[in-house]
C-alpha cells in the first residue's frame, strides 16, 4: 500500500510539474527535424569543450533500440558549434571490448560525425562499463587524440548511456576519471543498477544521473543536456521529473519497479 501511495505521489509530481511548465513556456522551440523533442533556439557557440560519447552496445540492446541511441547522438550533435577551437567531439562504444568510433582530433564537421554514428554496427557482447571509462580517461582524452591541454581550461565531459549491469567495477575508475576533470553524465535506461549510474556520474547527482523507463524516451533528455551542456533555460520534463525519480528511488528501491509500471 506504501509503495502504491508513493508512486502515485511519484506520478502526480511529474504531471504537476508537466502542467506548471506547459503553462510558462507554451511555445516552446522544436528541433529541425520537426519531432516533438524541445531544443534551444542558440546553440553551444563561444563555449569550447572537449566531449566524448561512451556507448553502451552490449547483446541486452535490441537493434531497434540501439538506432534510438544513434538518433539521440545525432540529436546531442546538431545544437553543440563542433570545431577545432570550439567543441570537439569523441564516440566510442563498447561491449566485452571498447571500439572507438573517432576521437576529439578526426572530425571537424557534424556532417562527417554523423555519418560516422549512421555506419556504427552493434557489438552485441559483454557490458565492460568500467573498462570504456578507463579507456576514455587514458586514450580518448588524451591530447595525443585530440584533447586540449589542461592548462587550456577547456570542459571536458563524458555522456555514458548504459542499460544493465557492468561485468567489471565502475566505483575506482569513475571516481579516477572525474579526479582527471572529466564531468560525467550517467544515463540508465529500464533496469539498470542505481548503485553503478550515481557511481558513475559526477556530483551533484541530480544534475548528472538520468533514468528513463526505456530506448523511446531517451529523446526527452535531448534538451536539458542542451541547457546543461551550453547554459541557459531549457522547456524539456526530464529537468524536473527525472532527478525526483532517482531521488525517490534512492530513498527505497521499490519504488524503481512502480516507476516502469506506469
Known amino acids: ?45 563561444g563555449k569550447p ?13 535490441r537493434p531497434h533500440d540501439y538506432e534510438k541511441v544513434k538518433a539521440f547522438i ?5 545544437f553543440l558549434d563542433v570545431g577545432p577551437e570550439a567543441t570537439r ?12 568510433e573517432f576521437f576529439l582530433r578526426d572530425f571537424q564537421r557534424k556532417s562527417d560525425m554523423q555519418k560516422a554514428v549512421d555506419d556504427m554496427i552493434q557489438l552485441a557482447s559483454g557490458t565492460m562499463t568500467g573498462l570504456a571509462i578507463e579507456y576514455t580517461m587514458n586514450v580518448a ?20 548511456v548504459t542499460d544493465g549491469r557492468p561485468q567489471d567495477t565502475v566505483h575506482e575508475v569513475a571516481a579516477s576519471a572525474r579526479s582527471a576533470g572529466i564531468e560525467i553524465f550517467a544515463i540508465g535506461v529500464g533496469r539498470v543498477d542505481m548503485n553503478t549510474l550515481l557511481a558513475i556520474g559526477s556530483e551533484p547527482h541530480a544534475e548528472h544521473v538520468f533514468l528513463v523507463a526505456n530506448f523511446s524516451q ?23 521529473l527525472f532527478p525526483f ?14 516507476f516502469f509500471s506506469f
Open 74 to 78: 545525432k540529436n546531442i550533435l546538431e
Open 141 to 160: 582524452f588524451s591530447e595525443a587524440e585530440g584533447a586540449r591541454s589542461p592548462d587550456a581550461n577547456v570542459r571536458r565531459m563524458a555522456m555514458v
Open 1 to 45: 500500500m506504501r509503495v502504491t501511495l508513493t508512486c502515485l505521489l511519484c506520478f502526480l509530481c511529474g504531471h504537476s510539474a508537466v502542467a506548471d511548465l506547459h503553462s510558462h513556456h507554451s511555445h516552446p522551440a522544436v528541433n529541425k527535424k520537426g519531432n516533438d523533442t524541445p531544443l534551444l533556439e542558440s546553440p553551444c557557440k
Open 89 to 100: 567531439v569523441g564516440l566510442l562504444q563498447y561491449g566485452s571490448v571498447v571500439q572507438n
Open 218 to 240: 531517451i529523446e526527452t533528455l535531448t534538451s536539458v543536456f542542451q541547457s546543461k551542456i551550453c547554459g541557459g533555460e531549457t522547456t524539456s520534463l526530464p529537468l524536473f
Open 49 to 61: 569543450l572537449d566531449f566524448v560519447f561512451i556507448i553502451d552496445s552490449s547483446r541486452s540492446v
Open 245 to 258: 525519480l532517482i531521488i525517490m528511488v534512492i530513498m527505497k528501491p521499490s519504488i524503481q519497479d512502480c
